[in-house]
């Protein structure tokens, strides 16, 4: 199975602030990575998917990048509706792990 | 517009079954996969079983925590996706999400929606 290490669990971050989180998969998984933001209550929701696409609808300000073995979120300007947590996830092979998750807070 | 409800959680006995479902609308549910993930209360996400379309044989996959003792299916006249869930544990105790998959020639790509989750609690 394909292990996800996430970084950091959690954040404290002030709106327009510009944050990052890394997910490094146990093997090298090409692309095929995805990012999803949680809130509590709500339908996890796909924000980047195959490394770097953006989904239709998510703002600009949120990008992904890497390949294999070393990815990243970065979100360019905090807003208020992005304090949520944040899963990566590997589609490489089953079983499709996540990430342990990163816990974006309002500093 | 896209939309997932699951139903069907609740209280049960460990040792015991309980059936999800998983309702799709605003898409063509036959050309879609689907999968059920879960999280337990403080945890992380944690995927669980997935079902191909009729074109790629409805073949199935398990997390090897449910193998053996959960089972997904789909009816395709009524866009529903089940999740049965036998000699059920404490350790299964989670919000059941539903979500379609997005695929390209049959490889999975992303989980792209995802309904708001049915609890399902198993105690004595």
């Known amino acids: 199975d394909i292990q996800m290490t996430q970084s950091p669990s959690s954040l404290s971050a002030s709106v327009g602030d510009r944050v990052t989180i890394t997910c490094r998969p146990s093997?090298?998984?090409?692309?095929?990575l995805n990012w999803y933001q949680h809130k509590a209550g709500k339908a996890p929701k796909l924000l980047i998917s195959?490394?770097?696409s953006l989904q239709s609808g998510v703002p600009s300000r949120f990008s992904g990048s890497g390949s294999d073995t070393d990815f990243t979120l970065t979100i360019s300007s905090l807003q208020p509706e992005d304090f949520a947590t944040y899963y990566c996830?590997?589609?490489?092979?089953?079983?499709?792990?996540f990430g342990q998750g990163t816990e974006l807070e309002i500093k | 517009e896209v939309q997932l409800v699951e139903s069907g959680g609740g209280l049960v006995q460990p040792g015991r079954s309980l059936r999800l479902s998983c309702t799709a609308s605003?898409?063509?549910?036959?050309?879609?996969?689907m999968s059920w993930f879960r999280q337990a209360a403080g945890k992380g996400l944690e995927w669980v079983s997935f079902?191909?379309?009729?074109?790629?044989?409805?073949?199935?996959e398990y997390a090897a925590s449910v193998k053996g003792r959960f089972t997904i299916s789909r009816d395709d006249s009524k866009g529903i996706v089940y999740l049965e869930m036998n000699s059920l544990k404490t350790e299964d105790t989670a919000l059941y999400f539903c979500a379609r998959v997005g695929t390209i020639f049959g490889v999975v790509k992303n989980f792209d929606y995802w309904g708001q989750g049915t609890r399902v609690t198993v105690s004595s």
């Open positions: 195959v490394a770097s």
């Open positions: 605003g898409f063509n549910y036959d050309d879609y996969a």
């Open positions: 093997q090298r998984i090409s692309n095929y």
């Open positions: 079902i191909r379309t009729k074109v790629y044989g409805e073949t199935t």
């Open positions: 996830q590997q589609t490489y092979s089953s079983p499709y792990n």
